[in-house]
């Protein structure tokens, strides 16, 4: 009998840097780290060390200090890294001067998007919204890469091949952008085609913070098997399920997952994709209450929402993974401590959300299906509402849920 030997993953081994400064302390920083670690790990690579700097503003030249430089390029040269991410976006300046310093890829968190965006890309919309991204990205980066050709500064006596072949390199960037916005078109009037063909049933969009498990949602509301995993950005491509509660049809569909410092480019590019959202009836923010910074992801998400100008629709806010929620234990003794909202327990927090938004709050585990009843409960009646609304003699096909 033949065995089979497992596959060993390779993960590249990287070192992870931050700054520490008046908008973003001790504590900000080291969760934006921890994001840091779990889109590193999503992209495949293994955070070997971490390294901070109290700095007032980052340097222009090599973002941080030049003694936790030193420090760095010894530990990566030590421990043969092969990579550094920096956690806030660098300028073409900065990642040359860090790249010949270090002597290892440099990347920031921007790239680091970027490259976990390009590897989950499936469909062909996807892909090239990703590369319109990567376009918009590299392209005022292009004269710091050019150091095969530093000596042309320009001026008297220096124009030649060093500008023209940068120009050269920005004019095909530039038509290759140009090129992808009218592919992106294209695809957009197909998909606004496609989305008039459902007719007028009524669409939920489930939307919230990356990894807060809307995929899982998506996948026990509508039966189906959407791709679903612990990792950043597992979802991509809007999925649209026809869902039929109590023999009630209406349409839901999954969408791209929100992360705090998104870059630029990516809001841009993925607004189209977002077009599905901007067209439902009723929005699900689907928000990961084990998470110690989900008011975060919340502040986060709605702006986002808000830049895409569908804050003021219809919205329910489904707090996951209740199942995995632990408060921090409180010592009531101890006085020097005061008590904040991480010693909050479950039911405290329904209290907060309750009081705020009313009965549009619904606390769920959508991976041990706890709640889900009343999940579907609210989302019948909403729909229904909906759905009586534009179809009047309908009313007494679909009773109120019982």
């Known amino acids: 009998m033949v065995m089979l030997e497992k596959k060993k993953v390779d993960f590249e081994k990287v070192v992870l840097v931050g700054i520490i400064n008046k908008t973003q302390r001790e504590e900000k920083s080291k969760e934006y780290l921890d994001e840091l670690e779990f889109l590193t790990y999503t992209a495949g690579g293994e955070v070997i060390k971490r390294f901070t700097q109290k700095m007032e503003m980052p ?83 292009l004269r710091g890469m050019w150091t095969h050709l530093e000596r042309q500064k320009g001026g008297i006596g220096m124009r030649g091949p060093g500008e023209t072949e940068i120009e050269t390199d920005r004019r095909i960037v530039r038509e290759k952008i140009s090129l992808l916005k009218k592919k992106i078109l294209k695809i957009d009037r197909q998909m606004s085609v496609q989305r008039g063909n459902r007719g007028t049933l009524v669409r939920l969009s489930l939307v919230g913070y990356t990894n807060v498990g809307k995929s899982t949602l998506m996948n026990v509301i509508s039966k189906s098997k959407v791709f679903a995993e612990d990792k950043l950005f597992a979802t991509l491509d809007t ?61 986060s998400v709605n702006k986002i929402l808000e830049e895409i100008k569908v804050i003021d629709k219809p919205t329910v806010m489904v707090f996951n993974k209740i199942d995995a929620y632990e408060p921090e234990p409180y010592d009531e003794i101890d006085l020097t401590k005061q008590r904040t909202k991480s010693n909050y327990s479950l039911k405290e927090w329904e209290d907060t959300w309750m009081s705020k938004l009313g009965k549009k709050t619904l606390f769920i585990s959508a991976l041990n299906k706890q709640n889900m009843e009343s999940f579907k409960k609210y989302i019948y009646s909403e729909v229904r509402k909906i759905h009586v609304s534009r179809f009047p003699y309908n009313h007494f096909l679909y009773p109120d849920y019982d």
Do not use: M
């Open 239 to 299: 999925t649209v399920r026809k869902v039929v509660i109590k023999n009630l049809p209406f349409l839901i569909s999954d969408t791209v997952g929100f992360i705090r410092k998104l870059p630029t480019q990516l809001v841009e590019s993925f607004k189209s994709t977002l077009d599905e959202v901007r067209e439902s009836d009723i929005l699900v923010h689907v928000v990961d209450i084990s998470h110690p910074s989900f008011e975060d992801h919340v502040e």
């Open 59 to 141: 340097n222009t030249t090599t973002f941080i200090g030049s003694g936790k430089l030193v420090e760095i390029q010894k530990f990566i040269k030590d421990f043969g890294v092969g990579t550094a991410i920096f956690d806030d976006e660098l300028s073409a300046t900065q990642e040359r001067n860090l790249s010949k310093i270090l002597n290892c890829k440099v990347l920031d968190r921007t790239n680091l998007i970027l490259d976990i965006f390009a590897q989950r890309a499936k469909t062909s919309y996807a892909r090239t919204q990703v590369e319109l991204a990567q376009c918009q990205y590299l392209l005022p980066r």
